[in-house]
């Protein structure tokens, strides 16, 4: 019975391993919205990144962080228009979601493997 669990468990390992290695080697997508020229054209560089910062989730990490969303719209406005650009191009070029480093999938890999060699 016990080495029936052993097997049913390092079978488990073996094909979490495997669908693992398998998503590092699949692309990654990254999602983002498309607005229409008109309003891209629209919205100022310094409207996006105050759009940004207005975002639920943003205000609630700053509020963690113990910044207040309306300084942080202030800082925002006392920005040049280089550093706001430079701001925007860098918002827009972040992945869309929480997705892992390949070293942080190395590090699961690594830990899950020592659970196999422990087991």
């Known amino acids: 019975m016990?080495?029936?669990?052993?097997?049913?468990l390092s079978t488990f390992a073996l094909l979490t391993v495997l669908g693992m290695?398998?998503?590092m080697?699949?692309?990654?997508?990254?999602a983002d919205?498309?607005?229409?020229?008109?309003?891209?054209?629209?919205m100022s560089e310094r409207d996006q990144v105050k759009a940004m910062l207005a975002r639920p989730e943003v205000v609630s990490e700053m509020q963690k962080m113990g910044i207040p969303p309306e300084k942080a719209a202030a800082r925002?406005?006392?920005?040049?228009?280089?550093?706001?650009?430079?701001?925007?191009g860098r918002l827009n070029a972040?992945?869309?979601?929480?997705?892992?480093?390949?070293?942080?999938?190395?590090?699961?890999i690594v830990v899950i493997l020592?659970?196999?060699?422990?087991l």
């Open 114 to 118: 020592l659970v196999i060699i422990i």
């Open 25 to 30: 080697l699949m692309p990654r997508a990254y």
């Open 21 to 23: 290695a398998a998503a």
């Open 2 to 8: 016990k080495q029936r669990i052993l097997d049913v």
């Open 76 to 88: 925002v406005d006392a920005m040049s228009d280089a550093e706001v650009s430079q701001l925007a």
């Open 94 to 108: 972040l992945p869309a979601g929480g997705a892992l480093a390949t070293e942080e999938w190395l590090l699961i």
């Open 33 to 42: 919205m498309i607005p229409t020229e008109q309003a891209r054209q629209a």
